[in-house]
């Protein structure tokens, strides 16, 4: 580390995160003296935390007051096994009650608003109080960390939207001597784009490499495309989507640096996070409760099922059983790092992102997606969008080694696959469009959809 980055970390550092909160280096420690605790303290200590979650959401939201009487639970006896007595908190729910659920003892209170419209499409704002957004923050760093970059280093983000600009001179100010990142804008990315961000990765050498897990392949595909080897990183942290296995590859191959995956959403800040093992993503423990539900049960390790959070961090809006719209698995045994936090295997997409064959079966989009397009020669892009039960739409960027023999290729994968009933179409186009955030999405199943907003309704 120069005397730059020192200078960055042991002074300016410090000083920022006191301004931005005078809480933050405490918390910062508590995090990370927990770390090495036993799993049944671990255990313990969420429980306790569930139950004053459940007292305070009881005494100050009317909501959960109606939910915790018509279920007969009493919240200051409240264990784990109390949640599955409890419905389920959708997004159509928080945007129709929306100010409802904010704690009465945290009206008049400065609140931090989070807007998101999310991977169902439900526009809704969740609001966060400042200790509970401290609290996140502090736990964010640390697993920023966890990366192998070390806080002072200067960063470089494939992200929307650069969020400094927003804030004027002070914004400007804050990047130049807090964030110190470069960045690459996803909502304007281009081949010309990439190239202008990869030449400043040369020039500034950042220590972190953080985005979009698509926007990162992107750029080192690019690198790979120009023979450009550019400088490694610390670390590289992908996040706001599956990353895809032949991603990880191709990132950590041009970039010499292990890739640390993240799972985390504006709701609820970060869920889970890569250890320095990178076999799982370790749950963030002392900020969220997450549970896998298939069906209305919790999933064995290794069955996908619906990612449900309660939120152990923001007593302002409590958020207890959201449906946060994806789906994951857990992970079984220990993790050779040591921690207790217990890990989900791989969060595999969104709700939409899993398709339904004929028979009935569920494909999760991703390993679809995968198995097409690895294995179909010739796609340089795909997107799966299921139109109907027995209807693909394959949406594909041609690369230059297309050839005839890719779309037999293709019909005898969709036949394996789906089942003779199957229809298909292609369709070839320059770019697959991202959605408003920048994201892509690789599968979209319009049937699944269609199915849960008839439930939701
Ligand atoms: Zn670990």
Redesign the pocket.
């Known amino acids: 580390m120069g005397l730059t980055d020192r200078l960055f970390r042991d002074v300016i550092w410090p000083m920022w995160l006191r301004r931005d909160d005078p809480r933050t280096p405490g918390y910062l420690r508590e995090i990370e003296r927990r770390r090495k605790d036993a799993p049944e303290i671990v255990a313990a200590r969420q429980a306790v935390r569930l139950r004053r979650l459940a007292c305070h959401a009881v005494a100050t939201v009317p909501y959960y007051r109606d939910l915790f009487r018509a279920a007969r639970i009493d919240p200051a006896r409240f264990t784990p096994a109390d949640l599955l007595r409890l419905p389920t908190l959708s997004k159509t729910t928080i945007r129709e009650r929306g100010d409802d659920l904010i704690s009465s003892a945290y009206r008049g209170e400065p609140l931090i608003s989070k807007k998101t419209s999310g991977s169902t499409g439900v526009p809704l704002r969740v609001r966060i109080d400042e200790a509970g957004m401290a609290w996140k923050r502090a736990a964010t760093l640390l697993a920023d960390e966890d990366s192998g970059w070390r806080r002072g280093g200067a960063i470089a983000k494939a992200w929307g939207n650069p969020e400094y600009k927003q804030f004027g001179w002070r914004g400007w100010l804050r990047n130049a001597l807090y964030e110190r990142a470069l960045h690459l804008d996803t909502l304007k990315m281009d081949a010309a784009a990439i190239d202008r961000f990869v030449d400043r990765l040369i020039v500034r050498r950042p220590a972190l490499l953080f985005g979009h897990a698509h926007s990162v392949y992107l750029v080192a595909h690019r690198c790979r495309e120009r023979s450009i080897v550019p400088p490694a990183p610390a670390g590289i942290i992908t996040t706001a989507m599956v990353l895809h296995g032949f991603e990880r590859k191709l990132i950590e191959s041009v970039f010499r640096c292990p890739v640390t995956n993240r799972y985390g959403c504006e709701e609820v800040s970060l869920i889970a996070c890569e250890?320095?093992?990178h076999?799982?993503l370790?749950i963030n423990v002392d900020s969220v409760f997450v549970e896998v539900l298939a069906g209305d049960r919790p999933a064995a390790p290794g069955q996908p099922g619906d990612v449900v959070i309660t939120d152990l961090s923001n007593f302002a809006m409590p958020l207890v059983r959201y449906r946060v719209g994806d789906v994951a698995r857990w992970s079984a045994g220990e993790?050779?790092?040591g921690?207790a936090a217990p890990?989900l295997a791989a969060v595999e997409g969104r709700e939409a992102d899993y398709v339904v064959t004929p028979s009935g079966h569920y494909i999760s989009g991703i390993s679809l997606t995968e198995n097409f397009a690895t294995l179909v020669p010739g796609i340089a892009q795909l997107q799966i969008v299921q139109e109907k039960v027995d209807f693909l739409r394959f949406r594909i960027v041609r690369a230059a080694d297309w050839a005839a023999g890719a779309e037999v290729a293709l019909a005898d994968m969709v036949r394996e696959r789906f089942g003779p009933a199957t229809r298909y179409e292609c369709e070839f186009t320059d770019a697959i469009e991202r959605e408003p955030s920048g994201k892509y999405r690789f599968c979209i199943s319009h049937v699944l959809a269609d199915a849960r907003r008839g439930q939701a309704a």
């Open positions: 250890c320095p093992a076999d799982g370790h993790c050779a790092c921690r890990r």
